[in-house]
């Protein structure tokens, strides 16, 4: 019976375990491939929807001062706010334009007032920015005022923008992003800050009823959920370990840092 039971280990489940073994360890090394992969496809799609975050911002602090501290009124400026877009019309290096301009000025002062650019504008150019009569020409420096939604992520130069994408973690469901706003004093200059955060996963604390042992945790998958939860924590902790945010992030409310992403 032994020859037997050998040729069966030998021919049967020798092979059987080899497979096994075989595919545990190209499982083993193709794991942290695949992780490393999908992570990459996902931080794409989240530091574009950052990227957005920071447009909208620039134009909200050039229209109020400050930064929005959250997604709500960053998406009510989307939809019904305004920015200043200035222009400027001819070129100084046309000296007869220039001369025009001078004379106009001067036919219109009412002692110390003077007709604005704007108005010379309205008199002597079509809305489109002709002149009315092509052979005056004037300089001029406009400001008009355009919706946010035609200027800031329009739907002509971005057909795949959605506004509501700026409040949510993308890959999680309903989790939102981390806002924050703040205006500090920096060398006597105050200076409004803001930073918009799209976590890999957080972490939780839990109650700790001993104070001799570290306080529990876990982490709560956000722009990775799904994925291996075990490479998301060893993530995690790295980052955390060489003092780098654990996900994606644009601004800071701690220092200014010209609004960069740590992805830049």
Known sequence: MKPVITKVLTYAVLPICIIVLAYF??????????????????????????????????????????????????????????????????????????????????????????????????????????????????????????????????PKNRPDFKISSIKYIPFSGKDTIIYAAEIKTVSGVKVPLFEACIPYAEKVMLPNDDPKKAAPYYYQERLLKGMNHQLIVNLCEERLDTERYPGLKVGSVTAPNNNAGNWE
């Open 25 to 154: 360890c190209v499982d083993s090394i193709m794991r942290p491939v695949k992780f490393n992969e999908e992570k990459a496809s996902r931080e794409q799609v989240a530091i574009q929807i950052l990227k957005d975050i920071r447009t909208l911002q620039v134009g909200f602090k050039s229209t109020y001062g400050h930064f929005s501290p959250n997604a709500d009124s960053l998406m009510w400026f989307y939809d019904n706010g305004y920015v200043e877009v200035i222009k400027q019309i001819g070129s100084k290096d046309d000296s007869l334009a220039m001369l025009n301009t001078e004379k106009l000025k001067k036919k219109f002062q009412r002692g110390k007032k003077t007709i604005s650019d704007e108005e010379l504008f309205q008199q002597y150019y079509n809305e489109d920015g002709t002149p009315k009569d092509p052979d005056f020409t004037l300089v001029l420096t406009t400001t008009t005022k355009i919706p946010v939604k035609d200027t800031l992520c329009s």
